[in-house]
């Protein structure tokens, strides 16, 4: 498992539960043109995620992106507590720039 995961596997689980719980998180679906599911997942992994369901789900400690196949591209759906919301979203945004597809 990953070491970004927020589950330990053990009894510390039910120790961090805040961790843990989605309730709270702020959500928000960005469109973007031209990426692939590989290419999110990819980009989300290095936001310190880690992947809870292949090219679909990955999760991070206080926040969750889904990615789904959109007409052109793929749309990202981004969960986290509000502190982190914008910060993941200008993160991700940034690594999208970076290797050139447009967002």
């Known amino acids: 498992m990953p070491i970004s995961t ?5 009894e510390r689980d039910h120790r961090y539960n805040e961790y843990q719980s989605a309730e709270g998180y702020a959500q928000e679906t960005l469109l973007f043109p031209g990426l692939t599911l590989a290419q999110a997942e990819t980009y989300l992994k290095r936001l310190g995620g880690g992947v809870e369901e ?12 889904t990615i789904d196949s959109a007409s052109a591209g793929v749309a990202v759906t981004f969960a986290a507590h509000d502190e982190l919301l914008d910060d993941l979203i200008r993160r991700f945004e940034e690594w999208v720039e970076r290797n050139g597809a447009s967002g």
């Open 6 to 10: 927020s589950s330990f596997g053990d």
């Open 54 to 65: 292949k090219l679909r789900r990955v999760e991070g400690i206080g926040w969750t992106a």
